[in-house]
C-alpha cells in the first residue's frame, strides 16, 4: 500500500518489471467527477509536482481508466476509482470492488498494516482459477496483491471496501494508455506515470523524507 504513514506486520521482496511509461491525453468528459485542483485543463492531463500533495493525504475521485492485469486476465478496471496524494508519493489508486474480480481475490493469511490517517488495512492474495475450477498453471498465488480499508475514519469514508494493488507483484498496471511503473523499493504502493514528477520516497536513503 502507499504506506507512507503505515506500520507493517510483515514485508515482502518483489521484483518489478514494467515497460517504459508513454505520455497520454484524456478524451473523456470530466463533468460530474472530483478533480483534483490542475488536474485537468481542457482535456489533457497536467504534470504533477508529488512535493505540491499534502500531508494528511488528500482523497479524490479521478476520471482516468485504471486497469491491473495478469497473466492476460483483467484483474480490475474502472473509470470511477479513486486516489490517494500524499507528499512525497506517487499517487496510489483505488477500485471500487464492484469493478474489481473478487472471485479471484481471497483475504490474506496475516499480514495487517495500521495507517495513522487511514486505519488498519485488510490485505489481499491473487488466485486466479482456470476454466476446470483449478488454479491457472502460470499465475501461482500472489500473496498481498492488493489491499483495502474495512472502516477508514470519516475523512476516508469514501475510501471504504475500495482496493489499491501493488503494480510490483502484477504483470501491468495501466493509467489510461499508459503502463505504470511501480514506486521505489518494496515498501510502498504508489503508481508513477508521465503525469507526476519526483523524487519519490521509496528508494533506499529516502524513507526518513
Known amino acids: 500500500m502507499e504506506r507512507g504513514c503505515?506500520?507493517?506486520?510483515?514485508?515482502?521482496?518483489?521484483?518489478?518489471?514494467?515497460?517504459?511509461?508513454?505520455?497520454?491525453?484524456?478524451?473523456?468528459?470530466?463533468?460530474?467527477?472530483e478533480m483534483a485542483d490542475g488536474?485537468?485543463?481542457?482535456?489533457a492531463f497536467q504534470q504533477e509536482s508529488v512535493w505540491d500533495y499534502p500531508r494528511p493525504p488528500r482523497l479524490e475521485s479521478t476520471v482516468r481508466r485504471l486497469r491491473v492485469l495478469h497473466s492476460?486476465?483483467?484483474?480490475?478496471?474502472?473509470?470511477?476509482?479513486k486516489r490517494i496524494l500524499e507528499t512525497s508519493?506517487?499517487?496510489?489508486?483505488?477500485?471500487?470492488p464492484e469493478d474489481v474480480a473478487m472471485q479471484w481475490l481471497r483475504p490474506s493469511g496475516g499480514r495487517g498494516s495500521f495507517c495513522e490517517f487511514k486505519g488498519v488495512a485488510s490485505y489481499w492474495d491473487l488466485?486466479?482459477?482456470?476454466a476446470d475450477g483449478g488454479t491457472i498453471r502460470d499465475a501461482s498465488v500472489v500473496s498481498d496483491v492488493a489491499w483495502s480499508y474495512a472502516t477508514p475514519p470519516k475523512a476516508y469514508a469514501n475510501l471504504k471496501d475500495h482496493l489499491a494493488f501493488y503494480a510490483n507483484r502484477v504483470d501491468e498496471c495501466w493509467v489510461d494508455d499508459e503502463r505504470?511503473?511501480?514506486?521505489?523499493?518494496d515498501f510502498y504502493g504508489g503508481w508513477i506515470t508521465s503525469h507526476v514528477k519526483g523524487p519519490f520516497k521509496g528508494a533506499p536513503g529516502t524513507l526518513g523524507w
Open 6 to 33: 503505515c506500520l507493517a506486520s510483515a514485508t515482502g521482496v518483489v521484483n518489478v518489471r514494467a515497460a517504459p511509461a508513454q505520455g497520454v491525453n484524456f478524451k473523456g468528459s470530466t463533468e460530474g467527477y
Open 39 to 43: 488536474e485537468v485543463k481542457g482535456n
Open 72 to 81: 492476460g486476465v483483467v484483474v480490475a478496471e474502472t473509470r470511477d476509482g
Open 89 to 96: 508519493h506517487p499517487p496510489v489508486y483505488y477500485f471500487p
Open 127 to 130: 488466485a486466479l482459477k482456470g
Open 180 to 185: 505504470v511503473l511501480p514506486q521505489p523499493g
